[in-house]
């Protein structure tokens, strides 16, 4: 058996500072990798799990989240080569959502840059870039170096998000607005020193949400808190099978499920641009060069060849990696369901899809193709799906300043 002293080569996939606490609320010991790191699927069922984040607050581990320090007299220089967006324009104590792209203008990963000081950002990521980073950092004087183990993350979300951290003692969390970052201190369970944490009204729900970011050695404290208030909140850990749910709900595109690095494709044709995944209000041509700039413009001024939209399905068997018709024959294809759900919550069959022209318009149709098993008997569907606007779940409390009391 390991143990936390076992030599890291004896430990296949570390563990999070906040791995003891959430093991205590487990029943399924349901795990999955994500960066190195073991983390929970499942704690206790996945639709008890998904209505804590719509209906009350949630508690997901955030730490494995990639984290990288970028600081230095050309940092901001930097960012703005490497992504796609204008980040001259954040300012310190924001945040904000950007992409970055090899020279084909295809996409490589999406990540979230806090603007921390006038010369200091933190790039977080879903997965380890730092080879493509260094090598697009060449001439600029800036240092880049990854400090995930350095920082504990937990994401807070759900409607009643603000009250808990209130009640937990963060004063005047009400006040920071959407993709606004700041720093609070919260009272240290059993006395001692406040905990000080740096909290952004960020999230991948689509939902009221914050994030916490603290040192590791807070985690358990920073835990205890939270779910000591939440006890008689319905407040309760989530996993990622939860999260995928609400993150489908809220448009959002996940790597690897959605789109594949263009570092990572083996098949021509395989790698997405922003263009492509409906991320081209990412892009500013205006900023000056970044990698990927040239492609994106000559894209930009061709008709779309295919795009990723939103689909709204009949029936209520979700349409998981189905491919897409243009008619109910199915004799020609029209794209794939990327990822898809029946959601509790809009009381709608929902999916994304790479679908190709015309059939990107809303309003358009198109036909899934859903194979269902009854009692290990297969059954082929053919079911018509309508192209619709996305986010598909966009409650106004999510943008809410100061957010209501629920």
């Known amino acids: 058996m390991l143990t936390e002293t076992a030599p890291h080569y004896r430990q296949p996939l570390l563990r999070t500072p906040f791995y003891e606490r959430q093991r205590e609320y487990s029943q399924l010991d349901s795990f999955v990798p994500w960066a190195g790191y073991s983390t929970f699927d499942v704690f206790t069922g996945v639709e ?3 209505f804590a984040v719509r209906n009350a607050s949630s508690l997901y581990d955030l730490t494995p989240m990639v984290k990288y320090r970028i600081a230095g ?6 960012l703005n080569r490497l992504c796609t967006r204008d980040l001259g324009k954040l300012a310190p104590g924001r945040v904000s959502y950007t992409v970055w792209c090899d020279d084909a203008g295809k996409i490589i990963d999406d990540g979230t840059v806090f603007c921390i000081a006038p010369q200091e950002y933190r790039l977080c990521t879903a997965e380890r870039q730092l080879d493509w980073f260094e090598a697009s950092a060449i001439g600029f004087d800036v240092e880049i170096r ?5 920082v504990a993350a937990l994401a807070v979300q759900g409607p009643s998000s603000a009250k808990l951290l209130r009640g937990a003692g963060l ?3 009400e006040r920071l607005k959407p993709f606004e970052h700041g720093q609070f201190s919260m009272p240290r369970t059993g006395g001692g020193a406040p905990i000080t944490l740096m909290v952004s009204r960020t999230g991948f729900t689509g939902d009221l949400g914050y994030e916490l970011w603290m040192q590791p050695q807070d985690a358990e404290s920073v835990w205890d808190a939270l779910m000591d208030y939440g006890r008689t909140r319905a407040v309760r850990p989530i996993g990622s099978k939860a999260l995928n749910m609400v993150r489908i709900e809220a448009g959002f595109l996940l790597p690897n499920v959605d789109f594949v690095s263009a570092a990572h494709t083996l098949y021509l044709g395989t790698e997405r641009s922003p263009i ?3 991320l081209a209000w990412l892009i500013d041509y205006k900023k000056g060069h970044f990698t990927g700039r040239r492609a994106l413009l000559a894209e930009s001024a061709r008709p779309p060849k295919r795009q990723l939209v939103g689909l709204d399905i009949e029936g209520t068997k979700p349409a998981h990696n189905a491919l897409v018709y243009t008619d ?8 794939s369901v990327t990822s898809a759900l029946w ?6 069959n929902l999916a994304l899809a790479i679908v ?4 990107i318009e809303v309003g358009s149709t198109v036909w899934a193709e859903i194979y269902l098993s009854r009692e290990l008997v297969w059954e082929r569907r053919m079911v018509r799906a309508r192209v619709v606007e996305r986010p598909f779940f966009a409650p106004p409390r999510r943008r809410a300043t100061p957010p209501a009391d629920f």
């Open 48 to 50: 008890q799990e998904y």
């Open 73 to 78: 007299p050309d940092a901001l220089r930097f």
């Open 146 to 150: 990854e400090i995930t183990e350095e």
């Open 171 to 173: 004063g005047g969390i």
């Open 276 to 278: 492509e995944l409906g």
């Open 328 to 335: 109910r024959s199915g004799r020609k294809e029209a794209g």
């Open 343 to 348: 959601s509790p919550t809009c009381k709608r």
């Open 356 to 359: 190709d022209a015309p059939f």
